[in-house]
DNA sequence: GAATTGTAGGGAAAAGCCCGGG
DNA sequence: GCCCGGGCTTTTCCCTACAATT
């Protein structure tokens, strides 16, 4: 693995001129703001406390994020600057704890973590996987990339760079989406695109109700109502509604492992197994026990998990039966 | 050793969307 | 240009098994 360099408040933050922030449209503000708000809230939870009023503040207010010459952030008020050393302490300490684990020389931290804070870390192997994490996604937001491509996660650093990447996806394609961009080849490919959009479906289940912007999926739907199954696998004979859910299922006749997770390199063969997979590296838990609090990374591990407490209320109640015995 | 938890394999159903052919 | 079918991708929910941990 390579050695990751030390990270900075000025790597994790992306900061704007009044030129750059007035090319922005409201989508990207919205989303740099979101971006710089995750990023601070990191840096707190590390011990970095400066700026909780003069950059959160904006940020949440949702006031114009750009700086005369110099930027947002490099233009901060002179009392900032006045903590320039304070901050210099607590930034150092902040880029110890997201700095390699093979580091020989970790000063102790000022700031201790409860046992619960998935970053701790104290030197513990185990707990750096998380820390490892955060920096990675740290480095994704150090560069200033405002062009964002619409057709593709592509960024770009320049106007320019980014008019000739669209060309990419135009090229072509007469038809643009004059709200996201999208280009397609023919102007009915456009409309029915331009549904998804405003929402408009106009084909209808006459059984159920449900609505959908094409006949084919109309189509498709309806056989959840006839319970028609078309698609047969020829290895096992096992039916399928759609075709998609048939190829799904002769992966596990060919053990096709298509989807690999890009930081361990382990395959799966549904996308939504690499996803859940995925959460095992960011430490990611959505399901929340409404008992206890304690929570999972899989809806069915949760459920096991309140079957857990099931069995306490049914003994609570036997002992309250006891007690009035 | 039992209970609990983490993780993964796989099934099933469904929907969103795009492409290409007629 | 339009319709249609096919195909790809993704999501959600579920059940289950196995290994590790408590």
Same mark, same amino acid.
């Given at each position: @693995?390579?050695?990751?360099?030390?990270?900075?408040?000025?790597?994790?933050?992306?900061?704007?001129?009044?030129?750059?922030?007035?090319?922005?449209?409201?989508?990207?503000?919205?989303? !740099? =703001?979101?971006? @710089?708000?995750?990023?601070?809230?990191?840096?707190?939870?590390?011990?970095?406390?400066?700026?909780?009023?003069?950059?959160?503040? +904006?940020?949440?207010?949702?006031?114009?994020?750009? =700086?005369? %010459?110099?930027?947002?952030?490099?233009?901060?008020?002179?009392?900032?600057?006045?903590?320039?050393?304070?901050?210099?302490?607590?930034?150092?300490?902040?880029?110890?704890?997201?700095?390699?684990?093979?580091?020989?020389?970790?000063? +102790?931290?000022?700031?201790?973590?409860?046992?619960?804070?998935?970053?701790?870390?104290?030197?513990?192997?185990?707990? /750096?996987?998380?820390? !490892?994490?955060?920096?990675?996604?740290?480095?994704?937001?150090? *560069?200033?990339? +405002?062009?964002?491509?619409?057709?593709?996660?592509?960024?770009?650093?320049?106007?320019?760079?980014?008019?000739?990447?669209?060309?990419?996806?135009?090229?072509?394609?007469?038809?643009?989406?004059?709200?996201?961009?999208?280009?397609?080849?023919?102007?009915?490919?456009?409309?029915?695109?331009? @549904?998804?959009?405003?929402?408009?479906? +106009?084909?209808?289940?006459?059984?159920?109700?449900?609505?959908?912007?094409?006949?084919?999926?109309? =189509?498709?739907?309806?056989?959840?109502?006839?319970?028609?199954?078309?698609?047969?696998?020829?290895?096992?004979?096992?039916? /399928?509604?759609?075709?998609?859910?048939?190829?799904?299922?002769?992966?596990?006749?060919? %053990?096709?492992?298509?989807?690999?997770?890009?930081?361990?390199?382990?395959?799966?063969?549904?996308?939504?197994?690499?996803?859940?997979?995925?959460?095992?590296?960011?430490? *990611?838990?959505?399901?929340?026990?409404?008992?206890?609090?304690?929570? /999972?990374?899989?809806?069915?591990?949760? =459920?096991?998990?309140?079957?857990?407490?099931?069995?306490?209320?049914?003994?609570?109640? /036997?002992?309250?039966?006891?007690?009035?015995?």
């Amino acid at each position: @693995m390579q050695p990751l360099e030390s990270v900075t408040f000025e790597d994790v933050v992306v900061d704007f001129t009044k030129e750059e922030w007035a090319l922005l449209d409201i989508s990207q503000r919205k989303l !740099f =703001r979101d971006v @710089m708000l995750e990023n601070i809230r990191h840096l707190l939870s590390l011990g970095y406390q400066h700026c909780k009023s003069d950059v959160i503040f +904006p940020l949440e207010q949702g006031e114009e994020l750009w =700086r005369e %010459g110099t930027g947002f952030l490099q233009g901060q008020s002179p009392v900032i600057l006045g903590r320039e050393s304070a901050l210099k302490e607590q930034e150092l300490i902040a880029t110890q704890h997201i700095s390699r684990k093979d580091t020989s020389t970790v000063m +102790p931290v000022q700031k201790s973590h409860t046992p619960e804070d998935p970053f701790e870390y104290n030197g513990l192997e185990e707990d /750096f996987t998380h820390t !490892f994490m955060l920096t990675q996604h740290l480095l994704t937001h150090t *560069e200033k990339t +405002p062009y964002i491509s619409q057709q593709c996660p592509k960024s770009l650093s320049d106007q320019s760079y980014l008019n000739q990447h669209k060309q990419i996806h135009t090229r072509g394609k007469s038809c643009e989406c004059h709200l996201c961009g999208k280009a397609f080849s023919n102007c009915s490919s456009l409309r029915r695109h331009e @549904m998804t959009h405003t929402g408009e479906k +106009p084909y209808e289940c006459h059984i159920c109700g449900n609505a959908f912007i094409q006949s084919s999926d109309l =189509r498709k739907h309806n056989l959840t109502h006839t319970g028609e199954k078309p698609y047969e696998c020829h290895l096992c004979g096992k039916a /399928f509604s759609q075709s998609s859910n048939l190829r799904q299922h002769e992966r596990t006749h060919t %053990g096709e492992q298509p989807y690999e997770c890009h930081l361990c390199g382990k395959a799966f063969s549904k996308c939504s197994a690499l996803r859940r997979h995925e959460r095992t590296h960011t430490g *990611e838990k959505p399901y929340e026990c409404h008992l206890c609090g304690k929570s /999972f990374s899989q809806c069915s591990a949760l =459920r096991r998990h309140e079957g857990t407490h099931n069995g306490e209320k049914i003994m609570n109640a /036997f002992s309250k039966y006891s007690d009035l015995r």
